[in-house]
């Protein structure tokens, strides 16, 4: 007599393994290590994009053809900043007059902003896609929705610690009688509320947002889109190629939209008194005065920075996520069946 199972007794099969999202930490977890790479040219970026020009002889003299030549020479002056040799000419300068550790100047800042900041964009773009997607393929529209969304809350809890962070890379060229010499993070937070004002860690807030979707949509959903690209029209397999291919691509197009907002966020937080102009005043005052190509300060440093931080944070991430599937996710179900 053959054995029937009543509707009671049926369970249902258990979701596919790629189905949910992975776990809320890991993208957090991948931009901390990336950190430890990055973490050099971040800060000489932050140095480049904070210089002041020096006014040759002639800038102070009233004559017209003089102040021509001056305003000139700003704008030569902010394309020289995009060079590469400028880039390794500024950290040999802060490695030979400031010492090697000066180079992780506010690690532990930025540590503390990709553990908030990069922990809730992953995070939440994650949950977001699995939301209006499920465990089908999200719409190019569905990637810009879920990750504006989960950039907007990112820059916003990560912003207090990317003050701290501003200021803790630049403090090293400031004259010694204006540096702030916070010892770490947490004490950078401390001091400025006791010392400025709680309302100081939300400086910067809005051009720091706007750059945190603007770096979410660009990097976040161009590396899925070209991830598609190479998987399907290209017809290359999933594996360490494709991802460092699409993750560095995906670092090209975050530089390239997210330099300007990056330059005023970075002048804004690093100031010590705040004007309160809007971020879009600030621009359209740095190509009066300094030229257009003053927006993109430090593009070769933010590239040399961003790029091999956007290829370590996935190619981190795809093996986490692989690790959790083959190992972490099936042992959970079986425990749950047991």
Same mark, same amino acid.
């Given at each position: ?7 009671? !007794? ?35 970026? @932050? ?7 020096? /006014? ?12 021509? &030549? ?17 880039? @390794? ?54 990637? +810009?929705?879920?990750?504006? $969304? $989960? ?11 990317? @003050?701290?962070?501003?200021?803790? !890379? ?6 010694? *009688? ?6 770490? $993070? ?18 910067? +807030? ?5 750059? *945190? ?14 991830? /598609? ?33 990056? @330059?005023?966020?970075? #002048?804004?937080?690093?100031? =010590?008194?705040?004007?309160? &102009? ?9 190509? &009066? ?15 040399? #920075?961003?790029?091999? =931080? ?10 986490? #996520? ?10 959970? !179900?079986? +425990?749950?069946?047991?």
């Amino acid at each position: 007599m053959s054995k029937h199972t009543t509707p009671s !007794q049926t369970t249902a099969p258990p979701p596919p393994l790629a189905a949910a999202p992975q776990p809320f930490w890991f993208g957090g977890a991948a931009s901390c290590v990336a950190t430890f790479v990055s973490h050099p040219f971040d800060l000489t970026k @932050v140095r480049l994009q904070t210089i002041k020009r020096i /006014d040759t002889p002639w800038s102070n003299n009233s004559n017209n053809s003089n102040n021509i &030549k001056s305003s000139s020479t700003s704008s030569e002056y902010a394309t020289r900043s995009l060079r590469p040799t400028r880039m @390794v000419k500024t950290m040999w300068t802060i490695y030979h007059t400031e010492g090697v550790r000066a180079l992780y100047s506010g690690l532990s800042a930025s540590l503390l902003r990709q553990g908030t900041y990069s922990t809730i964009r992953f995070g939440l773009y994650d949950r977001f896609k699995w939301m209006v997607a499920g465990d089908k393929k999200p719409t190019f529209s569905q990637l +810009l929705i879920c990750s504006t $969304a $989960a950039g907007i809350l990112g820059g916003a809890f990560g912003n207090p610690s990317d @003050v701290v962070n501003v200021r803790m !890379q630049n403090d090293g060229q400031l004259p010694p *009688a204006e540096r702030r010499n916070y010892r770490n $993070a947490i004490d950078g937070m401390i001091r400025i509320c006791r010392e400025e004002s709680p309302r100081v860690l939300l400086r910067g +807030l809005g051009s720091s947002t706007n750059r *945190a979707v603007l770096m979410t949509v660009s990097q976040m959903a161009s590396y899925d889109v070209f991830k /598609d690209l190479f998987l399907g029209k290209l017809g290359w397999k999933e594996g360490l190629p494709t991802h460092f291919a699409t993750s560095l691509l995906a670092g090209l197009v975050a530089t390239t939209v997210c330099a300007p907002l990056d @330059v005023v966020k970075t #002048r804004i937080m690093s100031a =010590h008194a705040h004007d309160g &102009k809007h971020p879009l005043r600030i621009m359209l005052h740095m190509v &009066k005065t300094e030229g257009f190509g003053s927006l993109f300060r430090g593009w070769m440093p933010a590239f040399v #920075r961003l790029g091999p =931080h956007t290829i370590v944070t996935f190619m981190v991430l795809e093996r986490m #996520r692989e690790w959790h599937t083959q190992w972490i996710r099936p042992a959970n !179900q079986t +425990l749950e069946t047991l």
